[in-house]
Structures are given as C-alpha cells and as structure tokens.
C-alpha cells in the first residue's frame, strides 16, 4: 500500500523567539516491511543550521537551529512510503513460554527491560498484567491478552490526560490516549521482566473498504513492541485498538519510551506563552 503522510506542527508564540534549537524525529524508519521513497522537511522561518543523523536506536533524526527572531514556527515534515503487510512468521513458529523469554530478555533486549522516564513499575500494575500470564503461556498469547484487556478496561479520552500525566494516574483513571495505554501496556510487560519498547507512528486516515476506521487516526499514534524471542524477534500491538499492528500503521520510531521519539521538542529564548498545534493526514498517494 502506497501512503502519503502529512505531519504538521504550528507554534505561535507571544512574544519573539530570538533563539530555537529543536530535536525532529518525523523522518520514517527504513524497515522489511516498510520503505520510505521520498521524505521533505518544509521550516519556517529557515533554520540557519539543519543537520540529520540517528539517534542511539537507530531511528531518523534532524536538527535545526534558528537564531533569527521569530513569532511563529511551522514544521511540516511530508513522506511518501510503500508499506506492505507484515509476515505473521512469529505466529506460525512454535510459541515459547514467557518465562523462558524473560530469561533471554536479560541478554538479547536490555535495553528494553527497565523503567524509563514515562514507564515505572510497580506492584499493582505488575499484578495486572501477571492476569494475562499464567505459568507456561506463550509470550505472544499473554501480550496479546494483555492488550485486550488494556482495549476493554480503559476509555479512550483525549481529555484525560496530558504527556505529563504520571502513569500511575492512568491507571487509577482508567481512561487515557494511545500513549497512554502503550505505556500502560509497556510497564506491566517490564514489570514482569519482559523486553518492551514504545513504537510511534501513524494510522491510516480513512482505511480501503470493509476495514474498520482505528482509534487515533487524525493524530500521532502509538503502539508497543514486545520481544516474543531469539525466532520470533519482535511483534507490535496496538492496544488502543486491540489489533495486530499491519499496513495500516506506520512506524516512525521507537524507543524506551516517549521521550525517546518526541516528534519536536527543543529550547528556545523568549517566545513568552505559546499555542500548539498539529495536524497530521495519513492517505492513500493516489488520492
């Protein structure tokens, strides 16, 4: 499937900016199932310094430098991509008990083991999830089951919480975003000594007929990896829409956690109080 993805992001500030420095992570990720054919960054005001590299996790980065005065700031970041559905081969092989990945974890994903600025454990979001993991259950069943239950037991609000909204809140809420929920689902993974990681993105807009419309998708969405062993690698779930990730979701980057993959963030000098806003489209290029 042929996408084309607009990703808009407007600051207005009060007064003048004299000086921003900003951290993008809005570039595609290269993956098997993913190709970027074409990506354009669009700045105004023109950075004087524009620089692209990789971050620790390999995912895409840009960074800028606008050291003129300015009052508004619009980054739009365009992407053409070719995304095609992913092979269900962690399915098909035979399932290895989660005890026997958690082992391998320790060794193979560290990474994604800990607590991390937006995901801490703790006894009773570990309980939780131990619900979906009863001795010997494959990895992927228990995920599974555990994105599922995430899915029915928690509302999705755009009102309920904020990117500083602890997740021990989410929890006592029971309502949230997709971040939300991907963190939620992240915590209770690590808690039981599973190798998680946080994968933002996109959702197709408006999905080709008889597909039902995703939870998410007229903004940056958010899902979770988790590490299912050395044969089956890694598989992303969405439990914001209790799916499978496949072709309908793009992936821009993953990291611990969101803080590792913010689309723009960054200082500035000045600027006063400021206003947001972003807007992002996800559809199919030919239209």
């Not at 990720?29 to 074409?38: G, H, I, V």
């Not at 082992?103 to 939780?128: G, K, Q």
């Not at 000045?270 to 996800?282: D, I, N, P, S, Y």
Request: negative net charge; proline residues 7%; hydrophobic residues 40%.
């Amino acid at each position: 499937m042929r996408l084309h993805v607009i990703h808009e992001t407007h600051y207005s500030y009060a007064s003048p900016v004299l000086l921003s420095q900003q951290l993008l992570h809005l570039a595609p990720r290269e993956l098997p199932w993913q190709a970027c054919r074409a990506h354009r960054l669009s700045i105004e005001p023109q950075p004087g310094e524009l620089a692209e590299g990789g971050d620790f996790f390999g995912n895409r980065i840009s960074r800028l430098l606008i050291a003129a005065p300015h009052e508004d700031l619009l980054v739009r970041a365009a992407s053409t991509l070719e995304v095609a559905p992913r092979e269900k081969a962690a399915f098909a092989l035979p399932r290895s008990p989660w005890e026997a990945v958690r082992e391998r974890s320790r060794s193979e994903a560290p990474a994604f083991l800990y607590e991390s600025p937006h995901v801490e454990t703790w006894r009773e979001l570990a309980d939780y999830a131990a619900a979906s993991f009863a001795e010997g259950r494959a990895v992927l069943d228990g995920a599974m089951s555990l994105a599922h239950r995430i899915h029915l037991d928690f509302e999705f609000d755009k009102a309920a919480s904020s990117v500083s909204t602890p997740l021990r809140e989410v929890m006592k809420r029971r309502r949230g975003v997709c971040q939300d929920f991907a963190h939620l689902m992240i915590g209770g993974l690590r808690a039981l000594g599973l190798s998680a990681r946080y994968v933002s993105g996109y959702l197709l807009t408006e999905p080709p007929p008889g597909r039902p419309r995703l939870v998410g998708a007229d903004a940056s969405h958010a899902w979770v990896s988790v590490f299912c062993g050395t044969d089956a690698g890694w598989v992303d779930l969405d439990p914001t829409n209790d799916c499978v990730v496949d072709d309908e979701h793009v992936t821009l980057a993953w990291g611990r956690d969101f803080s590792d993959v913010t689309p723009m963030r960054g200082v500035i000098l000045g600027g006063g109080e400021q206003e947001l806003k972003v807007r992002v489209t996800v559809t199919p290029a030919a239209e």
